[in-house]
């Protein structure tokens, strides 16, 4: 079966500092996999997406980037981090149209 | 191009009551649409989705919604409602058509609350 694994699950982190988030699917191949941001009350707002390795479409302009270095794994970064960037962070995978999305459990990240 | 509206923001029932979650979509092209559920610190689930056929969509946990494309609408409901219940619930919709990205456009989401 399939599974989607996120770490770590919760951080804290200064203002300015780095941030690296992984996301691992298992169980399956080539699957499109989404970054997504919830803020509080503000529903999810998609900030990447990926349809294979080393390709990644951006949706907001941000300071945040995205990489696919294996056709499984996705990760999120940021070199210097703002307050604004606090929240909720999903990871998501899917296979074709009309089917369902698969999440991930989430990352939490408050930037202080 | 496509936009999902969440009429409620939040929605506060009793236990054993009726539910109805409201979602209207608009979209130049048809859509596939899918309510998802999420309780709290969690991810996304989930309840059940409408692509073709039987505009009587059933999902988990006692979950159904109606398609309706006259009022571009997709409302979720549930006849009787437990503690349990209680989460968040997101309507999402996606081109039947497109590029291989797949993606979803969510609403805002509704925060149900059962209350005892």
């Known amino acids: 079966s399939q599974t989607i694994h996120q770490w770590p699950a919760t951080l804290v982190q200064p203002v300015g500092s780095p941030l690296s988030l992984e996301c691992t699917v298992e169980g399956t191949s080539n699957p499109n996999l989404y970054w997504y941001r919830q803020a509080a009350g503000r529903g999810l707002q998609l900030l990447f997406y990926?349809?294979?390795?080393?390709?990644i479409s951006s949706e907001v302009p941000q300071n945040l980037s995205a990489s696919r270095p294996q056709d499984r794994q996705f990760i999120l970064s940021s070199k210097k981090l703002l307050l604004s960037d606090s929240g909720f962070y999903l990871c998501?995978?899917?296979?074709?149209?009309?089917?369902?999305?698969?999440f991930g459990p989430g990352t939490r990240l408050t930037v202080t | 191009a496509q936009s999902v509206t969440q009429l409620d923001s939040q929605v506060p029932v009793f236990e054993e009551a009726p539910v109805e979650l409201r979602c209207n979509y608009s979209?130049?092209?048809?859509?596939?649409l899918f309510w998802y559920v999420q309780y709290p610190n969690q991810g996304l689930q989930l309840l059940l989705k409408y692509l073709s056929g039987s505009t009587l969509v059933k999902g988990i946990n006692g979950f159904e919604a109606e398609f309706n494309k006259s009022q571009t609408s997709f409302h979720l409901r549930k006849p009787s409602v437990h503690i349990s219940d209680t989460a968040e619930y997101f309507c999402?919709?996606?081109?039947?058509?497109?590029?291989?990205?797949?993606?979803?456009?969510f609403g805002k989401g509704t925060l149900l609350t059962v209350n005892p």
């Open positions: 998501a995978w899917t296979l074709d149209r009309g089917n369902e999305q698969y």
């Open positions: 999402a919709a996606q081109s039947e058509w497109g590029g291989s990205n797949y993606k979803l456009t």
């Open positions: 979209s130049s092209v048809s859509v596939y």
């Open positions: 990926s349809v294979g390795i080393g390709q």
